[in-house]
């Protein structure tokens, strides 16, 4: 996983500060693989706490490009299991806790 300690524990303190202690992060695509170059971080988020989806995305995006610097920052909020990019960030993301 090519994300630093530091990193991972803004990432899941900023999601359940905004989301909800409940909610799961998962980081997947390229940042997951040791043997890959570069890449943007991309996150799985199942949010507890569903109200005002929009606002919470960019707040939580606002405040890790604060935390973590500029770097290019996916996120895909979960809507419906049955989305081809939740199943692969489901079954090939590593949930970070």
Known sequence: MR???YEKEIIVKTAKDIFGNNTKVYLFGS????DKKGGDIDLYIIPENKDKLFEKEIKFKALLQINLGEQKIDV???RDFE???EKAALSEGVLLE
Not at 31 to 34: F, S
């Open 83 to 85: 989305r081809d990019i």
């Open 76 to 78: 895909v909020l979960h």
């Open 31 to 34: 940042r997951v693989y040791d």
């Open 3 to 5: 994300i630093s300690d």
